[in-house]
């Protein structure tokens, strides 16, 4: 039964308690009709979410890593040299001839001039600080920067002492590397997946599981997925043999795996 303003819609229903005939109208408004929609529809995803959660495999993640620490075979010397005189023109000279000398001493033990490289040349007025802090014109600066590049190691001490013999010559930093980085660098990530699947199977074995196929990867703490792959290993140079240093090379990586029973 419908009442006059169509709001609600009502029932009849008859039973008998103690042989009394009982009337009992039960109606439902349009609030009720949208609530009992809106629990059917959380209820529906409550259900989709649960489906999904159970279809998710079960997984573990471990890391695993591989280092080397193998000699150099190409050093990189970052240099300047710096010439003060009274005069601009002067100041430019002497560091001029000043580099020529030092391409030069270096061709000499085996450094080819192709291999220096000038990368920068200031000029400017040249101060120095007064008793009280005040700033003191003392004349004026050339100074140019250059890279050696050495594809013999075993050159570095003959090139730091060729260097030396010039007072205005700063070595500014010596780096250290490898011609083979990247081959070595894909062997040792081979390495560190191994690393990771054999940490994997035994902790998985400890619960009576086994290792299934990887969910996802990621490499020095970057990720990526099985059509993916980024590269982002650490290098570092540390100067400790006569042959011009040593370079560490390390791969990181985090595998995901589906557990299987």
């Known amino acids: 039964m419908r009442s006059r303003n169509g709001v609600f819609l009502a029932a009849r229903l008859i039973s008998y308690n103690s042989g009394l005939p009982t009337c009992v109208v039960i109606r439902y408004g349009n609030l009720m009709k949208r609530t009992l929609f809106t629990l059917l529809t959380f209820a529906s995803l409550s259900l989709a979410n649960a489906q999904e959660k159970s279809a998710e495999p079960r997984s573990i993640t471990v890391t695993g890593n591989a280092e080397r620490s193998l000699p150099a075979d190409r050093v990189r010397i970052s240099v300047a040299i710096r010439s003060v005189r ?129 969910l996802k990867m990621g490499e020095g703490g970057g990720g990526f997925n099985p059509v993916g792959f980024n590269t982002r290993n650490s290098f570092a140079a540390m100067a400790t043999d006569s042959v011009g240093g040593r370079v560490s090379l390390e791969a990181f990586v985090e595998v995901t795996f589906e557990l299987v029973e």
């Open 86 to 214: 009274d005069d601009l023109a002067a100041a430019r000279n002497a560091s001029q001839e000043g580099f020529a000398s030092v391409v030069k001493g270096l061709g000499e033990i085996g450094v080819p001039s192709e291999k220096i490289e000038l990368t920068n040349h200031s000029l400017g007025r040249e101060y120095e600080n007064g008793p009280n802090g005040e700033r003191i014109a003392k004349g004026f600066f050339s100074a140019r920067d250059f890279v050696i590049e050495l594809d013999d190691a075993s050159l570095l001490e003959l090139v730091h002492g060729n260097l030396a013999e010039n007072a205005e010559v700063a070595v500014n930093q010596t780096s250290f590397s490898r011609k083979d980085e990247i081959e070595v660098r894909n062997e040792l990530r081979k390495v560190a997946l191994n690393a990771a699947l054999e940490k994997a199977g035994a902790m998985a074995a400890v619960y009576g599981q086994k290792v299934g196929r990887p």
